[in-house]
């Protein structure tokens, strides 16, 4: 599967998503140029037309699965593909699209399209993981370019990457951020969140959005006590928060569930 | 004049603060201590005593920090912030070594040249020094000794003050490392407000009385000695916290059982927010990456947290896996295993802990509800969050 010259074969898929991870990887130039060297990107339509037949030693995933055909797609991906990576918040947990998940799928798309009839589409938008084995998961919405090109290095070198699946608030003390939820009283999803991002909305007195999913250990029921009754932050204000790019993740769903059986 | 010798007690106007903090940065040392920065009482380097946190003050609880203005010619009118000289002397990352590959199958490691930066740090409370004695003694004074500690603990100067405002989680008169400060520091300092402002300095070592001779002062008087005393004990007395350290250690062991261990695991969000901001945690996991070339490999350092699941991985799986465990790993390690391990508690009182866990669980309450029952009646147990685990 290697190419002329020794270097391994790296494709890049999407499905359903808006392109921002694949972009992250294309804005990220100086890397790319570095991946290039290192792995021959044999297929990447937002980047070149130029295709190399697969199969491939590494594919790089983005996108849920949304429709049917996509279903099957995926299964072939995975069959041409030696090593499976999903990256963002759509190939891993469903993406802001399955919003829908907690909706009615015909009643959306009645009101969207004028022949719903003719758009086939699945009740749900999907987790990748849900349909094949995938070897590692990228979280973020969008990915951090770092975090893609230390997986690469790993999968190059034959190593585990360092991917911690600890929480936000690790990084924010490893960077020396004064924590705004106890300093200032903003709500953050830091401590059920897993890190990845470097803390990068609190380093901007932001909460945490949570868009790098739960932690390997998250416990949101305990949070969102606090914040209600610390911060006043209300059951419909709670299910938000939960139910971002993250939503379709198992522990931000069914706290989101847990607020909607609650909110008037 | 001759000055105060080791032990010697002498006053110094405000002002001298200035003096003080030019003086050790013309001999080559950071000068660290407390800032204000994003409303927040942190360590930062000083340049000049305004620089200093003149006019703040703080309010501090479970989970929640507020700094507030005040007027008033205090200093230091605040009680420990999140940072701690944990962050100068184990830094939350370190690089160890590199190894550099010349594209055959040979390599070299270079190991990192350890930089012994001179840092004094200003502005010390008894909970610090004691917190830096007890990071010596887990660094220094083992079997093993940690050479990044080392080399930035090589050449530190101690400049204490002694507290006067203790904050809404501090418990370190309970610890027995403060507020009174009478040893284990270079210059001992208290802020004293009666009358003329001004700074009581107490000698700790014959570096601390050659810096004193740089400083214009007096000699102190009985007066001044029994305002410190006064300032101290007014002090011990306002602490927002207790913690009853009569045999703790037994009872903690002996009740690993407790169902306390539950109903805290219920609420702790094993964020590790605790252990990180804690100035005697000394855990810390070696990452070991690769450049994308192949041609140089790393490995760092950084804090860990027996919060984490990965912290007690043991092939095949982790050996902690319910965060019952690991909030009673963290509990059981800071305030008895401690003590078998290194002789003291791993604990100074300094509510740290209790301040920035973002849901605002409180070690001294945790240990006095085991403490209060051994058969707990359910008035003991608060209420769980709504839909807790
Ligand atoms: S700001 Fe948020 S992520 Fe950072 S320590 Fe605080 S709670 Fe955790
Ligand atoms: S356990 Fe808490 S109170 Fe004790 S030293 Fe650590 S942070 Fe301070
Ligand atoms: S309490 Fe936990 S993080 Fe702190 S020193 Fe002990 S094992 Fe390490
Ligand atoms: S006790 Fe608090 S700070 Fe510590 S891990 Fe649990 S929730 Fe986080």
């Known amino acids: ?264 | 004049m001759a000055g105060p010798q080791l032990g010697g007690a002498a006053v110094m106007a405000v002002d001298e603060l200035d003096t003080l903090i030019l003086a050790l940065r013309a001999d080559g040392y950071r000068v660290v201590g407390p800032t204000i920065r994003d409303g927040t009482i942190v360590h930062a380097d000083l340049e000049r005593s305004s620089d200093l946190p003149q006019g703040w003050t703080d309010e501090q609880g479970p989970g929640t920090y507020r700094a507030r203005s005040v007027d008033g010619d205090a200093q230091f009118s605040y009680a420990v912030g999140p940072s701690s000289p944990k962050e100068e002397l184990f830094p939350p990352r370190q690089r160890l070594w590199t190894a550099t590959s010349d594209g055959d199958a040979s390599f070299q490691v270079v190991e990192e040249v350890r930089e012994t930066p001179r840092i004094a740090f200003l502005g010390l409370r008894g909970c610090e020094l004691a917190a830096i004695a007890i990071q010596d003694r887990v660094f220094l004074r083992g079997s093993y000794q940690d050479e990044v500690y080392a080399a930035n603990r090589s050449d530190t100067l101690l400049i204490a003050v002694e507290c006067g405002s203790p904050g809404g989680t501090c418990f370190c008169a309970s610890m027995g490392t403060g507020p009174r400060v009478d040893d284990g520091a270079d210059l001992i300092l208290t802020e004293l407000l009666d009358g003329d402002p001004r700074f009581l300095v107490r000698v700790g070592s014959d570096t601390g009385a050659a810096l004193l001779e740089r400083l214009t002062h007096r000699e102190a008087s009985a007066a001044d000695l029994d305002a410190r005393e006064q300032v101290v004990t007014a002090a011990a007395a306002m602490m927002g916290r207790t913690l009853d350290t009569d045999g703790l250690h037994d009872l903690l062991l002996d009740n690993l059982d407790h169902p306390r261990w539950d109903t805290v695991a219920d609420r702790c969000l094993a964020c590790t927010n605790c252990t990180l901001v804690c100035p005697t945690c000394f855990c810390s996991t070696i990452e070991d990456t690769t450049d994308l070339r192949g041609e140089k490999a790393y490995r760092d350092r950084r804090w860990d947290s027996c919060f984490g699941l990965e912290f007690s991985h043991a092939t095949p799986a982790s050996v902690r896996t319910s965060t019952k465990a690991r909030y009673r790993q963290w509990m059981t390690h800071k305030l008895a295993t401690w003590i078998d391990q290194f002789g003291t508690s791993g604990c100074v009182g300094c509510g740290r802990c209790i301040t920035w866990c973002p849901v605002g669980i409180d070690i001294t309450e945790e240990a006095a509800a085991i403490r209060r029952a051994s058969d707990p009646t359910p008035a003991d147990l608060p209420v769980p969050p709504t839909g807790a685990r």
């Open chain 1, 1 to 264: 599967m290697h190419d002329g010259i020794g270097r391994p074969t790296v494709a890049v898929w999407k499905f359903a998503s808006c392109d921002g991870c694949q972009l992250s990887l294309l804005s990220a130039e100086d890397e790319l140029l570095r991946i290039a060297e290192e792995v021959h990107i044999a297929y990447f339509l937002e980047a070149t037309r130029e295709v190399v037949e697969g199969p491939y030693d590494l594919s790089l995933v983005e996108g849920s699965i949304t429709t049917p055909d996509d279903a099957e797609r995926i299964r072939h991906v995975r069959d041409i593909s030696t090593t499976l990576i999903t990256i963002g918040a759509c190939a891993t947990a469903g993406g802001i699209q399955a919003l829908r998940n907690f909706g009615d799928l015909d009643a959306f798309r009645s009101l969207v399209y004028a022949r719903p009839e003719v758009v086939a589409s699945l009740a749900d938008s999907t987790a990748i993981a849900e349909h094949v084995p995938v070897d590692l998961e990228l979280r973020g919405c969008p990915i951090e370019t770092d975090q893609l090109v230390e997986v690469i290095s790993a999968v190059l070198a034959g190593r585990k990457p360092v991917t911690p699946t600890h929480s936000v608030c690790v990084e924010c003390k490893l960077r020396g951020n004064v924590c705004v939820a106890v300093a200032d009283g903003t709500p953050c999803l830091g401590p059920v969140t897993q890190a990845g991002c470097g803390a990068r909305c609190p380093a901007f007195a932001r909460g945490c959005y949570g868009c790098f999913g739960p932690t390997e250990s998250p416990n949101p029921a305990s949070l969102s006590a606090w914040l209600e009754e610390q911060f006043g932050v209300d059951h419909p204000e709670l299910l938000r928060l939960y139910r971002t790019f993250n939503a379709d993740a198992p522990a931000f769903r069914s706290e989101s569930r847990r607020h909607e059986e609650v909110a008037p």
